[in-house]
């Protein structure tokens, strides 16, 4: 599974760009978007989430991102067009008028499209008409709110999940339904552990999803690593050895001490401390090498918006080695984004994208 080209008309900084993630018609497994502030790399990225979730026919609110500042990026593109290649065919995924549709001639008969139309007006109705209420809030501080606010999700929901979808050359072929994408985004926040007590090992919801948001609540590390110990042994003690080979230098995940919900790291010296002790760079390093590994398939397509947030050189060296061992091992596809020259370098020719020249 692999992004090849997502085409945009009038979003944001976008006017009419088409942004090729392949190379020489090549499909390519890491990709780094780079530009400077305001270049448009979280539009990108934010568009590429988005789209992919119309695959998912039961798409509800709860799917849609509402961030607490900014408005979702599907109501503001005007057209976008997102192509996956999914084993040899295409899924082109589009927002907006039909009439701007693109057709690859190498693709004939091979190409099928999702059309949404009515997703942007549902959306922008929501954000112009209710009070946006952040995930993680404390519900039980606004009684009155939250029950008026299910009362209209409830509503919402319904109509999400019956807007009109228009599929063109047939449905989704079974190729496709077999090789369902799987989508994962860190934004450029939130990757630090937080400061989360816990009484109990608290379970986590292992249902699939078509695109997941990275979330410092619901992902957090100690929580993941003390739940994977406990009931994936296997699985954990897969990803220690990885990360112990992998991420961590001069430091390992010794073991999990369950009873005080603690992960015990052992420095080279002998000396044991917990995940609050690591540096904000450790931290930021193991979070996305935890998320990534646990999720990490051929169908997966990973977003991480400006990985090198809080890394110093070597860090960011670091963290470029991981996702190519993780590329590697797990044969996922892996789009960053980057202002950072260290991370640049990285890139020769291949999968290099500039979005300060695409948008001039
Ligand atoms: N709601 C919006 N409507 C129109 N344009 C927007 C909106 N939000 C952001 N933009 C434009 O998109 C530009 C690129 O933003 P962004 O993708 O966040 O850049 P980057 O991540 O590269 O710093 C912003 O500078 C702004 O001009
Ligand atoms: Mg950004």
Known sequence: MRLLRLYIHNSGVFKNTL?????????????????VNGSGKTTVMEL?????????????????????LRANVL????????????????????????????????????????????IKTMIKD?????????????????????IYQETIGLQL??????????????????????????????????????????????????KYEIAHRYNPNKDDLTRTLVFYDYALSKKFNELKAWINKHVLVGKTIKEIDRINFQVVIETKDGEKHGLELLSSGEESLLII??????????????LIDEVDQ???????????????????????QIIISSHS????????????????ELVI
């Open 19 to 35: 942004i090729d993630f392949t190379h020489n018609g090549e499909p390519q497994n890491l990709i780094c978007l780079a530009g």
């Open 48 to 68: 590429i989430f988005n789209l992919i979730n119309f695959i998912n026919p039961d798409l509800s609110l709860q799917n849609i991102s509402f961030d607490r």
């Open 75 to 118: 109501t503001w593109t005007e057209f976008a067009q997102l192509d996956i290649l999914i084993k040899d065919k295409v899924l082109s995924l589009v927002l907006g008028d039909l009439n701007n549709i693109q057709i690859h001639s190498e693709y004939i008969g091979k190409q099928g499209f999702i059309i949404e139309n009515e």
């Open 126 to 146: 929501f954000e112009d008409n209710f009070v946006k209420i952040p995930e993680d809030y404390d519900h039980s501080q606004i009684q009155g709110l939250n």
């Open 157 to 206: 929901v319904k109509s999400f999940s019956e807007r009109k979808i228009d599929y063109k050359e047939g449905k989704i072929t079974n190729d496709i339904q077999q090789n369902i994408p799987f989508i994962y985004f860190f934004n450029s926040h939130d990757r630090e552990i937080q400061d989360i007590h816990y009484s109990s090992i608290p379970q986590q919801k292992l």
């Open 289 to 302: 090498a935890t998320q990534l590994y646990l999720r990490a398939s051929q169908n997966a397509i990973f």
């Open 310 to 332: 809080s890394l110093h050189p070597e860090f960011q060296e670091q963290v470029m080695r991981l996702l190519k061992q993780l590329q590697k091992d797990t044969d996922c």
């Open 341 to 356: 020259e260290i991370i640049w370098d990285q890139f020769k020719d291949k999968g290099f994208i500039s979005l300060t």
